[in-house]
């Protein structure tokens, strides 16, 4: 059964600051992998896709990486802002199941 | 730009009321799903629908059910509410095609049932 771990489970930082976020499987049999943003009491927003053969993908001071073989993802992002103050999911894609597996997401907090 | 439409954005009813939460897209995605959140926890699949006249049930056990009668909209219904039912229900859909393509999500309806 995949299961998806993100770690922190929390984060405050200082604005300005570069962070990464840490999500691992343990089925590394998975179409791909995305990483979403939760802002409270709100819906999901895709940030980044990684299809299963590619090792990372970059959206703006977002980058996010991709080992399938290890079972981690990594999602870094540059330069923080309070803006950024939010939930970030992890979910994996799994051959087995056709369905999306979501970690429990790191609360990130940006302070000025 | 998403197009993926939940109502009521939050609804607090009584015990044994029955309920349907409203889903709607306008991408003409196939595939749509329920997710069930408790607050600081996972996102749970409840239900999901791969087409028309397609619906099955997701991991987590729901006492709701679903109807797909047509590709936009995807409603959730609750026949008799408990407070266990009390939670955050969130809509999504992808495709079309390829399984792979990523989920939209909606802004999600919160439950609160006393």
């Known amino acids: 059964k995949q299961e998806v771990t993100q770690i922190p489970a929390a984060l405050s930082v200082p604005e300005g600051e570069n962070l990464v976020l840490n999500c691992s499987f343990t089925?590394?049999?998975?179409?791909?992998l995305q990483w979403f943003r939760q802002d409270p009491g709100k819906g999901l927003t895709s940030l980044l896709l990684?299809?299963?053969?590619?090792r990372e993908q970059t959206s703006g001071r977002l980058n996010a990486s991709l080992d399938k073989s290890s079972g981690r993802s990594t999602l870094y992002i540059a330069a923080s802002q309070p803006g950024d103050s939010a939930t970030y999911l992890c979910?994996?894609?799994?051959?087995?199941?056709?369905?999306?597996?979501f970690g429990t997401g790191t609360r990130l907090q940006v302070f000025p | 730009e998403a197009d993926i439409y939940q109502t009521p954005r939050y609804l607090v009813i009584g015990t044994g009321k029955k309920i349907t939460l409203e889903c709607s897209q306008t991408?003409?995605?196939?595939?749509m799903y329920w997710y069930q959140q408790d607050p600081g926890m996972e996102l749970h699949l409840i239900h999901y629908?791969?087409?028309?006249?397609?619906?099955e049930k997701g991991d987590l056990s729901s006492e709701s059910t679903v109807s797909r009668i047509r590709t936009e909209h995807f409603p959730l219904t609750l026949e008799s509410a408990r407070p266990s039912h009390t939670s955050q229900y969130l809509c999504?859909?992808?495709?079309?095609?390829?399984?792979?393509?990523?989920?939209?999500f909606g802004p999600g309806t919160r439950l609160t049932v006393l």
């Open positions: 999504a859909s992808s495709g079309p095609g390829r399984l792979q393509e990523t989920q939209y």
């Open positions: 089925d590394s049999a998975i179409y791909n």
């Open positions: 990684i299809q299963s053969s590619q």
């Open positions: 979910a994996v894609l799994s051959y087995n199941t056709d369905k999306l597996i």
């Open positions: 991408m003409g995605h196939d595939k």
């Open positions: 629908s791969y087409g028309v006249n397609s619906t």
